[in-house]
């Protein structure tokens, strides 16, 4: 695959056109090594992962012209469900060498596949936990920049209210990723986004939302900042 990859508006994110579909990229902090199947791209010297939009809710959330991603190069990330590692390894991508990824999962299979990705990322860490029970990792993670939340739970919005108050530093952002039908299967997700959206606000000032169809039915994503 030959690309004209070009800089996104977000530090540390690619993009390329190829015909009339737009391509995600990171910079690959492990050059020669994929994580999920995805293709590895040449440019200019520098090797280059593409981004699936289908696989990935924050590729998704790029994809749909999200304002605000609440990462950056150089910062302390804590995943929370990093499952077997997709968006957690771009994120590593991301925040770059002098930044650091926890990558938190309570499965311990999925957990195996991230001690692999991890053996290859020097910021990035693999937490075998429950999310939420943050008190049974405190010791293991440092204040964060962001706390980045995709747990398919249907209390997912109390757990993550609560590790943003305990691990999040002042100013830093959350990132919350809803599955509508965890949270109640019988209503409308609308109606869900809409009460995750006032519970939120509660807590964090809500910095944009965007809807993830048709890339993931039934999800979205809310980017908070911490009062």
């Known amino acids: 695959m030959k690309l004209d990859i070009r800089e996104h508006k977000f530090y540390n994110v690619f993009e390329a056109e190829l015909g009339r579909k737009r391509i995600l990229l990171t910079k690959n902090l492990a050059p020669g090594k994929n994580v999920y199947g995805e293709e590895l791209v040449r440019f200019r010297g520098e090797e280059y992962r593409t981004w699936d939009i289908f696989r990935s809710k924050l590729a998704a959330a790029l994809a749909k012209g999200i304002s605000q991603m609440g990462i950056k190069p150089g910062d302390s990330v804590l995943y929370l469900g990093a499952a077997s590692g997709t968006t957690p390894s771009h994120i590593s991508d991301i925040v770059g060498e002098n930044g650091f990824v926890y990558a938190l999962d309570f499965a311990p299979r999925v957990v195996r596949d991230l001690v692999f990705v991890c053996q290859d990322r020097s910021n990035m860490a693999p937490i075998l936990a ?52 965890s949270i109640n299967v019988a209503q409308n997700p609308k109606k869900i986004f809409k009460m995750v959206m006032e519970q939120l606000e509660k807590e964090m000032i809500v910095s944009d939302y965007r809807e993830l169809d048709p890339f993931e039915k039934d999800h979205c994503i809310f980017i908070c900042k911490k009062r």
């Open 130 to 181: 429950d999310a939420s029970q943050p008190k049974t990792y405190f010791s293991n993670v440092l204040e964060v920049d962001a706390v980045y939340q995709d747990i398919a739970q249907r209390n997912q919005v109390e757990i993550f209210i609560k590790n943003c108050k305990i691990f999040l530093k002042d100013n830093g952002f959350g990132i919350l990723c809803i599955k509508a039908r």
